[in-house]
């Protein structure tokens, strides 16, 4: 029986599964849908399906850069609990998946799923998840991958543990400068690397945020507009790397620490487990029931 994309989809909606694992469950049930559920019920893929609306914020990030260090991902894989995201089988999983979006042109987490896992060409990145939810019992994601690709300078990295990721994109100076600048993008989070990368919403936002807290001081309006010229200026200064004071040498900000060494950044990424995603407060008592349960 021919298997359609209508029939795929179908089985996708139902079961959380990636395409390639759904068509070959479609295919080896000659296209019933039911019989097809049934047996990814029973290999586990299903169970991962169950588990996928559970919220996953813990987990870890990881860095792959290829030799030559003009091209390099930045990953980020979510689990449930801190203790699976120190697990010996999710770390493997984790740097698997950096290895498999460092060798492809894949651009996001969507299009990572059906390719082969490093080290394993039997199983799809989707499939080696589901195979691991199935054995760990959290739920685990694919959330995101960060492209550096074709480099014009040198691609440095470091990891803090395994929650923060960063790297940068340096031309000019070492080794040694380009992992200091990674370790301070990493401590002190900027939002980009110069003012005027700062999105213009973002800007006047505070500008309308500092003007309404001048205008409360009673002060006349050309003082008020000193005021506000003044808190933008610092608040550039601490969004933007080359703004910040250098997190080693405070009294040196890294626009001057570049300088000095004749680098530039052309670019960097950071990357945090959890960002933007909303914890749920569980009762242990009532989590530990869900474990009991199977849930």
Do not use: W
Request: net charge negative; glycine share 8%.
């Amino acid at each position: 029986m021919a298997i359609s994309a209508a029939m795929v989809k179908e089985l996708r909606e139902r079961t959380g599964a990636g395409m390639m694992e759904c068509k070959k469950a479609l295919v080896e049930s000659d296209g019933d849908v039911e019989a097809a559920i049934e047996a990814m019920r029973k290999s586990g893929q299903a169970k991962a399906a169950r588990k996928s609306g559970r919220i996953a914020a813990e987990g870890a990030v990881m860095i792959a850069i290829a030799e030559g260090a003009k091209r390099g991902v930045l990953v980020e894989i979510n689990c449930e609990t801190d203790f699976v995201a120190k697990d010996e089988n999710f770390s493997k999983f984790v740097a698997a998946v950096a290895q498999t979006a460092l060798s492809s042109s894949a651009a996001d987490a969507a299009a990572l799923a059906d390719l082969p896992l490093a080290g394993d060409g039997s199983s799809s990145v989707n499939a080696a998840r589901e195979a691991l939810i199935a054995k760990i019992g959290e739920n685990i994601q694919v959330r995101r991958v960060v492209r550096f690709d074709d480099a014009e300078g040198v691609l440095y990295s470091y990891r803090h543990g395994v929650r923060i990721g960063v790297v940068v994109e340096l031309v000019g100076g070492d080794e040694t400068l380009g992992r200091d600048i990674a370790m301070h993008i990493a401590a002190s989070s900027p939002l980009c690397v110069s003012a005027d990368q700062v999105p213009s919403e973002t800007l006047e936002k505070e500008r309308e945020i500092f003007r309404a807290q001048a205008l409360e001081s009673g002060k006349p309006e050309n003082i008020v507009e000193k005021m506000i010229g003044g808190r933008v200026r610092k608040f550039l200064e601490e969004v933007t790397l080359l703004g910040q004071p250098f997190v080693k040498d405070p009294d040196t900000s890294v626009e001057k620490l570049l300088s000095q060494a004749g680098a530039q950044v052309r670019r960097f990424a950071r990357v945090e487990v959890g960002e933007g995603i909303e914890k749920r407060s569980e009762n242990f008592a009532d989590e530990v029931m869900a474990q009991v349960r199977g849930d």
